[in-house]
T-cell receptor
Framework: QQQVKQSPQSLIVQKGGIPIINCAYE??????FPWYQQFPGKGPALLIA?????SEKKEGRFTISFNKSAKQFSLHIMDSQPGDSATYFC???????????FGAGTILRVKS | ETGVTQTPRHLVMGMTNKKSLKCEQH?????MYWYKQSAKKPLELMFV???????ENNSVPSRFSPECPNSSHLFLHLHTLQPEDSALYLC?????????????FGPGTRLTVT
C-alpha cells in the first residue's frame, strides 16, 4: 500500500515532443503528489506538485494530470528540450506524514 | 556555500572500516533527512530529524548511525558495512518535517563498499 509504481523506466523523444511519465499509487490516504527532477551529479529538485482537489496543474512547460478515481497521475513536458534530459521521480505522501514515497524514476533523453 | 552541501562526494571503504558522511544546510531549515539511492530503485528514506530530534527511522540496520548535533548539520556514521550498502546517499532539508514541505537535496555521497 506504500508503493508508487512509475513507468516507463526510460524514454527517448525528439526535441519538441511531449514525453509523458505515469505513476500509480495504492494508498488512498495519499494527498500530496510532487515530481522531482535529477540531473547527473546533482540531488533531486522539486519540479511541480499537485494536491487531489484539482485534476491538472501547469507550471511553464510542465503539467501534472491527476486522476483520483484511478489513483494515477502523470507528468507531461510540452515542447521538450535537450536540457530537459534528466531522471524524473514521482512521489506521494500523506499531508501530515513525514515520509515521501518515491517511484523508481524515469530516465528521459531528449534528442536534438 | 549555499543550499545543502555533502562531504565527501565519493567514498570507498572496506567492510571493516568506520567512516562518516557529513551534510550541512545553509537554508535555515528545521528538518533534515537521509536517503539511500540505488540504481533503478526508488529513493529510500532512512532517517528524519526535526529540530535535532529523530522523528522517523525506517528500519535501517544499526550499522548506519545518524547524528544531528544542531539543525544545520547531519552526520551518518558507517561501520561494518556490506557490499549491498554501496549506493548514493542523499541528504535533504525542509522548512519543517512534514512531507508536503519542499525538500532540498544535496548532491549526494557516492559510497562504494569493497
Amino acid at each position: 500500500q506504500q508503493q508508487v509504481k512509475q513507468s516507463p523506466q526510460s524514454l527517448i523523444v525528439q526535441k519538441g515532443g511531449i514525453p509523458i511519465i505515469n505513476c500509480a499509487y495504492e494508498n488512498t490516504a495519499f494527498d500530496y503528489f510532487p515530481w522531482y527532477q535529477q540531473f547527473p551529479g546533482k540531488g533531486p529538485a522539486l519540479l511541480i506538485a499537485i494536491r487531489p482537489d484539482v485534476s491538472e496543474k501547469k507550471e511553464g512547460r510542465f503539467t501534472i494530470s491527476f486522476n483520483k478515481s484511478a489513483k494515477q497521475f502523470s507528468l507531461h513536458i510540452m515542447d521538450s528540450q535537450p536540457g530537459d534530459s534528466a531522471t524524473y521521480f514521482c512521489a506521494s505522501s500523506m499531508n501530515h506524514g513525514n515520509k515521501l514515497v518515491f517511484g523508481a524514476g524515469t530516465i528521459l533523453r531528449v534528442k536534438s | 556555500e549555499t543550499g545543502v552541501t555533502q562531504t565527501p562526494r565519493h567514498l570507498v571503504m572496506g567492510m571493516t572500516n568506520k567512516k562518516s558522511l557529513k551534510c550541512e544546510q545553509h537554508l535555515g531549515h528545521n528538518a533534515m533527512y537521509w536517503y539511500k539511492q540505488s540504481a533503478k530503485k526508488p529513493l529510500e528514506l532512512m532517517f528524519v530529524y526535526s529540530l535535532e530530534e529523530r522523528v522517523e527511522n525506517n528500519s535501517v540496520p544499526s550499522r548506519f548511525s545518524p547524528e544531528c548535533p544542531n539543525s544545520s548539520h547531519l552526520f551518518l556514521h558507517l561501520h561494518t558495512l556490506q557490499p549491498e550498502d554501496s549506493a548514493l546517499y542523499l541528504c535533504a532539508s525542509s522548512q519543517e518535517s512534514g512531507a508536503s514541505y519542499e525538500q532540498y537535496f544535496g548532491p549526494g555521497t557516492r559510497l562504494t563498499v569493497t
